[in-house]
Protein backbone atom coordinates (compact mmCIF):
# COMPACT_ATOMS: atom_id res chain seq x y z
CA UNK A 1 0.00 0.00 0.00
CA UNK A 2 0.93 3.40 -0.47
CA UNK A 3 -0.58 6.51 1.79
CA UNK A 4 -0.65 9.93 0.04
CA UNK A 5 -1.22 12.90 1.56
CA UNK A 6 -1.50 16.40 0.20
CA UNK A 7 -0.72 20.03 1.31
CA UNK A 8 -0.74 23.53 0.34
CA UNK A 9 -4.32 24.33 -0.79
CA UNK A 10 -5.37 27.27 0.20
CA UNK A 11 -7.51 30.95 -1.11
CA UNK A 12 -5.65 33.05 -3.52
CA UNK A 13 -6.76 35.90 -6.00
CA UNK A 14 -6.81 35.47 -9.63
CA UNK A 15 -3.25 36.17 -10.62
CA UNK A 16 -1.50 34.82 -7.42
CA UNK A 17 0.56 31.53 -6.88
CA UNK A 18 0.51 28.46 -5.04
CA UNK A 19 2.64 25.41 -4.35
CA UNK A 20 0.62 22.00 -3.62
CA UNK A 21 2.57 19.08 -1.73
CA UNK A 22 1.81 15.09 -1.86
CA UNK A 23 3.65 13.22 0.67
CA UNK A 24 3.71 9.64 -0.38
CA UNK A 25 4.55 7.07 2.65
CA UNK A 26 4.70 3.02 2.44
CA UNK A 27 5.52 1.11 -0.49
CA UNK A 28 6.59 3.90 -2.73
CA UNK A 29 9.35 1.65 -4.31
CA UNK A 30 6.06 0.19 -6.23
CA UNK A 31 5.38 3.62 -7.76
CA UNK A 32 5.67 4.41 -11.33
CA UNK A 33 3.89 7.60 -11.49
CA UNK A 34 2.48 10.02 -10.16
CA UNK A 35 -0.44 12.40 -10.80
CA UNK A 36 -2.45 15.23 -9.91
CA UNK A 37 -6.28 15.66 -10.42
CA UNK A 38 -8.69 18.11 -9.73
CA UNK A 39 -12.53 17.97 -9.05
CA UNK A 40 -14.75 21.49 -8.91
CA UNK A 41 -18.39 20.93 -7.54
CA UNK A 42 -20.60 19.21 -10.06
CA UNK A 43 -17.56 18.19 -12.19
CA UNK A 44 -15.98 14.78 -12.93
CA UNK A 45 -12.35 14.36 -11.98
CA UNK A 46 -10.13 16.00 -14.10
CA UNK A 47 -6.60 14.98 -14.95
CA UNK A 48 -4.16 18.49 -14.04
CA UNK A 49 -0.48 17.24 -14.46
CA UNK A 50 1.72 13.95 -13.81
CA UNK A 51 5.38 12.82 -13.79
CA UNK A 52 7.05 9.72 -13.74
CA UNK A 53 8.25 8.79 -10.05
CA UNK A 54 12.25 8.50 -11.45
CA UNK A 55 13.07 10.25 -14.35
CA UNK A 56 12.02 13.67 -15.89
CA UNK A 57 9.18 12.86 -18.11
CA UNK A 58 5.99 15.01 -16.84
CA UNK A 59 2.70 15.36 -19.11
CA UNK A 60 -0.12 18.38 -18.53
CA UNK A 61 -3.63 18.70 -19.47
CA UNK A 62 -3.65 21.54 -22.34
CA UNK A 63 -5.32 24.47 -19.89
CA UNK A 64 -2.58 24.27 -16.90
CA UNK A 65 0.37 24.16 -19.73
CA UNK A 66 2.76 27.41 -18.91
CA UNK A 67 1.50 27.94 -15.98
CA UNK A 68 1.37 24.71 -13.46
CA UNK A 69 4.38 22.77 -13.10
CA UNK A 70 4.96 19.44 -11.68
CA UNK A 71 8.01 18.07 -9.93
CA UNK A 72 9.35 15.41 -7.47
CA UNK A 73 11.75 14.95 -4.78
CA UNK A 74 12.58 11.49 -4.38
CA UNK A 75 14.48 11.68 -1.52
CA UNK A 76 11.58 13.18 0.54
CA UNK A 77 9.14 10.93 -1.37
CA UNK A 78 7.44 14.50 -2.50
CA UNK A 79 5.83 15.38 -5.25
CA UNK A 80 4.57 18.75 -5.64
CA UNK A 81 2.53 21.19 -8.32
CA UNK A 82 3.87 24.75 -8.46
CA UNK A 83 0.64 26.76 -9.60
CA UNK A 84 1.47 30.13 -10.73
CA UNK A 85 -1.33 32.90 -12.81
CA UNK A 86 -3.96 31.24 -10.95
CA UNK A 87 -7.69 31.52 -12.84
CA UNK A 88 -11.16 31.35 -11.04
CA UNK A 89 -12.01 28.52 -13.01
CA UNK A 90 -8.76 26.17 -11.29
CA UNK A 91 -11.03 26.57 -8.53
CA UNK A 92 -11.36 22.77 -7.35
CA UNK A 93 -10.97 19.86 -4.79
CA UNK A 94 -6.77 19.14 -5.91
CA UNK A 95 -6.13 15.43 -5.36
CA UNK A 96 -2.20 13.36 -5.61
CA UNK A 97 -2.24 9.48 -7.31
CA UNK A 98 0.23 7.35 -7.59
CA UNK A 99 0.27 4.43 -9.97
CA UNK A 100 2.31 1.27 -9.95
CA UNK A 101 2.55 0.94 -13.90
CA UNK A 102 1.76 4.40 -15.58
CA UNK A 103 2.01 8.35 -15.67
CA UNK A 104 -0.82 8.85 -17.86
CA UNK A 105 -3.87 10.76 -17.88
CA UNK A 106 -6.37 7.89 -17.35
CA UNK A 107 -7.55 8.26 -13.61
CA UNK A 108 -8.32 4.77 -14.11
CA UNK A 109 -5.10 3.69 -14.39
CA UNK A 110 -4.13 5.33 -10.86
CA UNK A 111 -4.03 2.64 -7.39
CA UNK A 112 -3.70 5.35 -4.96
CA UNK A 113 -5.20 8.16 -3.81
CA UNK A 114 -4.87 10.89 -1.46
CA UNK A 115 -8.05 12.61 0.41
CA UNK A 116 -7.18 16.38 -1.62
CA UNK A 117 -6.42 19.99 -0.77
CA UNK A 118 -9.21 22.82 -1.36
CA UNK A 119 -7.99 25.23 -3.97
CA UNK A 120 -10.41 28.07 -4.18
CA UNK A 121 -9.26 31.38 -6.67
CA UNK A 122 -11.10 34.66 -6.69
CA UNK A 123 -11.55 36.73 -8.95
Known amino acids: QVQLVESGGGLVQAGGSLRLSCAASGRTYSVYGMGWFRQAPGQEREFVASIRWRGSSSYYVDSVKGRFTISRDNAKNTVYLQMNNLKPEDTAVYYC????????????????WGRGTQVTVSS
Open 97 to 112: AASRAYYTANRDQYDY
